[in-house]
Each structure stands twice: as C-alpha cells, then as structure tokens.
C-alpha cells in the first residue's frame, strides 16, 4: 500500500526491552523514543526542538532498561515521537496529536486531515497498546504491578521546577502512597504528589485503561530528565528504583 505512514524498512512501532517476566514488575515507557517517520519529513519541526523533551521523554528508556534486566520485569516502550502522535492521551484528547508542544508550534499537526490522523492511530498507536494489552491479559495469572515510566523536564515555559521526581496517581492510590513514603526517605530528593502532573481518564491512557480498569496495583514514575540525561544518571536511578521497587510491593502485599 502506497498510502501507508510507516515504510516496511522503518522502525517497528513497538521496542521490547526485556522480555523478562520472572517478576510481578510490568513497566511501560510511552514516550521512549523520538523517531518521526520519513513520509512526514521533520513535522515542520527543527532538528534542536526534536533533541528537546517536547519530543520524548528523555534518558527514561535508559533507565527503563537497566531496571527491567535487574528486576527481570517486561518493557515495553513506544519507540515513536509524541510530537507524531502521544500514546498516552485518549484518542478524544485534543493534544493527541499536539498543534503547539509547550511554546512550539508543530506545523504539520495543524489541520492535520481525518485520513493522516487515522493512520499514525492505526500504525502507531494502536499497535503498541494491543501489545501491552496481550502481554498483560498473559500475566494476570500471577502477580503483576504495571509500572508508566516517564521524565518530565526540569524548566517548563520559564519556570524551574523543583521536584527530583513525582508519582502520579488517580484513583487508586494504594501503592503509589508507599512509593511516595519511600523515595521521600531518600537522601536529598524533592518528590512530588501529582506533581508535576496528574492522571486522570480524560488526560492519560495507559496507567488507566491497562492497569486501572483492570482493577490492578499501578504506579506512574516521573523523573526529572536532567537526572537521567547522562549513562551515570540512569545508573543511579535504576538502582534505587531496583532497591525501592521491591520493597513497595512487599510493603503493599504484605510479604514478608
């Protein structure tokens, strides 16, 4: 098919990091990567806001990485640009496909016909999130923990935030209270409550539609990226999250 958005020679819309399962830990990075399929050229976008978070998350798929193999968890990572579509907004958001990412207007997104939105949705979107639905239904016979991995930056339009990292949460908050307790007892860290974002089912898709529907424990992790930019930063934060990880299920299942 001529009019397909994907060339069969480019990345698949699905990386899998590890494909560990030996633990309950199931983690997912929706913004892993910032590539931009060659049919839509650079979205209008120069090549130094492509290197910017508005593009991806950065330094988490490193850090994602080192977790999974120490945990021996599932990852699972869209290897995709937000800036082409945002895999974890609900498809009636209206920042699923952003106009304008933070000051930056992505010109090829506006007026975007209903045919182009429908096939990054098609090729991109959707096939990520029916891989992670068919790798969680595999799991549910056991113990599982989905776990969104995310970074946010550390400057937002002119102003510093403070946060080392935050845990977002909606309505189920039980684990992600302990992983609060837990990161806010290390040494020199500023941890957010729903900051610097929250979740909710009308701004966010993933922790939501495959962990809360399903009535499972989730926890959605932002770090901020200038911590994780470097090999030493993910280093870093992989080992602490492979020492708290562990021990904020076991204070939530009540193992012993």
Not at 128 to 136: A, G, L, M, P, Q
Not at 194 to 215: I, K, L
Not at 222 to 251: K, N, S, V, Y
């Amino acid at each position: 098919m001529t009019d397909r958005l994907l060339a069969p020679d480019e990345a698949a819309p699905v990386s899998i990091g590890h494909f560990g399962g030996a633990s309950p830990f199931f983690l997912a990075c929706d913004h892993a990567g910032r590539i931009i399929p060659r049919k839509l050229g650079r979205l209008g976008v120069s090549e130094s806001e492509l290197r910017r978070h508005i593009a991806w998350d950065i330094g988490i798929w490193g850090t994602s990485v080192r977790l999974a193999r120490a945990l021996d968890a599932f990852l699972i990572g869209q290897p995709y640009s937000r800036l082409v579509i945002d895999n974890n907004r609900p498809l009636t958001s209206p920042t699923l496909i952003p106009e304008i990412s933070e000051s930056t207007p992505i010109p090829a997104n506006v007026g975007l016909p209903a045919t182009d939105r429908d096939a990054r949705i098609a090729e991109i979107f959707k096939p990520y999130h029916d891989r992670i639905e068919t790798e969680v239904a595999a799991r549910l016979a056991h113990p599982l923990l989905f776990v969104a991995m995310h970074s946010f930056t550390n400057v937002y339009k002119g102003v510093t935030r403070p946060w080392h990292a935050g845990v977002l949460f909606n309505r189920d908050q039980g684990i992600s209270r302990i992983m609060l307790d837990l990161l806010r007892a290390e040494a020199g860290l500023v941890v957010g409550e729903n900051e610097p974002y929250s979740v909710s089912d009308t701004s966010d898709y993933s922790a939501p539609v495959h962990a809360e529907r399903r009535g499972l424990p989730y926890l959605e992790l932002e770090i901020r990226q200038d911590l994780i930019a470097t090999e030493a930063g993910e280093i870093e934060w992989a080992e602490r999250l492979t020492r708290l990880l562990p021990e904020a299920w076991r204070r939530f299942t009540g193992a012993k």
